[in-house]
């Protein structure tokens, strides 16, 4: 499932998302329970009434930052429409056509807000992580022997930020068997990928961000996220990469001068 992240820092970005297992069992049951309290209110209250209801439900669970639970939450909606507030009640069957209607626009509009949510969410997560790649090489551009530290921390921060983790260090050299975050957005442990996208970065141990790759002893960055499952997009890897390269660069400059 997607996710967003919720690092501190002057960059803005999207709430984390709650733990994904904790969204799919709300999706599935708020909507049955709000039904379930809408069906005490019948006939007082109208149907158009209860489904405008169940869908601020909807979006509250495309809020989330999971697309599968707002489509489940806008799937349930339409069950439990069904069975607690279209005639005959109590029963998996519509009698009248008005409400069939409104049950097929209650699902299908929750569905199509739950991907505009998404497509919202998805495009506030890219613009963030461009501000911080950027906020990042304007901090490096005045690198010179004296602020060398300075920008290290600074880049630091802005991979804590893109990579929503827990720490992130300078260190002159990497240590060559732990996990290495590649160019291309990879993150490999003696070779075999590790599915960061599902699983998130490996919260038992450290990902190395190297600025020379091919150099077992190269200096580069430690990323750590032990406290949580960070499922950092395949774009914001390889932001992090071209930060580590820009790094690098750098530094071999300042070493010439």
Same mark, same amino acid.
């Given at each position: 499932?997607?996710?967003?992240?919720?690092?501190?820092?002057?960059?803005?970005?999207? &709430?984390?998302? %709650?733990?994904?297992?904790?969204?799919?069992?709300?999706?599935?049951? %708020?909507?049955? %329970?709000?039904?379930?309290?809408?069906?005490?209110?019948?006939?007082?209250?109208?149907?158009?009434?209860?489904?405008? #209801?169940?869908?601020?439900?909807?979006?509250?669970?495309?809020?989330?930052?999971?697309?599968?639970?707002?489509?489940?939450?806008?799937?349930?909606?339409?069950?439990?429409?069904?069975?607690?507030? +279209?005639? &005959?009640?109590?029963?998996?069957?519509?009698?009248?056509?008005?409400?069939?209607?409104?049950?097929?626009?209650?699902?299908?509009?929750?569905?199509?807000?739950?991907? #505009?949510?998404?497509?919202?969410?998805?495009?506030?997560?890219?613009?963030?992580?461009?501000?911080?790649?950027?906020?990042?090489?304007?901090?490096?551009?005045?690198?010179?022997?004296?602020?060398?530290?300075?920008?290290?921390?600074?880049?630091?921060?802005?991979?804590?930020?893109?990579?929503?983790?827990?720490?992130?260090?300078?260190?002159? %050299?990497?240590? &060559?068997?732990?996990?290495?975050?590649?160019?291309?957005?990879?993150?490999?442990?003696?070779?075999?990928?590790?599915?960061?996208?599902?699983?998130?970065?490996?919260?038992? +141990?450290?990902?190395?961000? &190297? #600025?020379?790759?091919?150099?077992?002893?190269?200096?580069?960055?430690?990323? +750590?996220?032990? +406290?949580?499952?960070?499922?950092?997009?395949?774009?914001?890897?390889?932001?992090?990469?071209?930060?580590?390269?820009?790094?690098?660069?750098?530094?071999?400059?300042?070493?010439?001068?």
């Amino acid at each position: 499932m997607e996710k967003a992240t919720s690092q501190p820092d002057s960059v803005g970005r999207a &709430p984390a998302p %709650v733990p994904d297992e904790m969204a799919v069992v709300g999706a599935a049951l %708020v909507p049955l %329970v709000v039904c379930g309290l809408l069906g005490q209110l019948l006939p007082a209250l109208a149907n158009t009434s209860s489904a405008l #209801i169940l869908v601020l439900v909807i979006v509250a669970a495309a809020c989330t930052g999971y697309r599968s639970a707002g489509v489940l939450a806008a799937i349930s909606a339409g069950v439990w429409f069904d069975f607690f507030l +279209t005639a &005959p009640y109590l029963r998996f069957s519509v009698a009248s056509a008005a409400d069939v209607e409104t049950l097929i626009v209650l699902v299908t509009s929750g569905v199509v807000i739950n991907e #505009i949510i998404q497509w919202g969410r998805r495009y506030q997560s890219q613009f963030c992580d461009s501000e911080a790649y950027l906020r990042a090489l304007l901090s490096m551009s005045d690198a010179d022997g004296r602020h060398g530290k300075r920008v290290l921390d600074a880049v630091s921060r802005r991979l804590m930020t893109m990579l929503d983790l827990d720490a992130c260090r300078w260190v002159d %050299v990497v240590d &060559p068997k732990a996990p290495r975050l590649d160019r291309d957005g990879q993150v490999r442990n003696h070779g075999r990928r590790l599915a960061v996208d599902s699983d998130g970065l490996p919260t038992t +141990t450290t990902v190395a961000l &190297p #600025i020379r790759p091919e150099d077992p002893n190269s200096p580069g960055f430690i990323l +750590t996220a032990a +406290t949580h499952i960070a499922r950092t997009s395949l774009r914001q890897r390889r932001l992090a990469g071209a930060l580590a390269d820009h790094i690098g660069s750098i530094l071999n400059r300042t070493k010439h001068r």
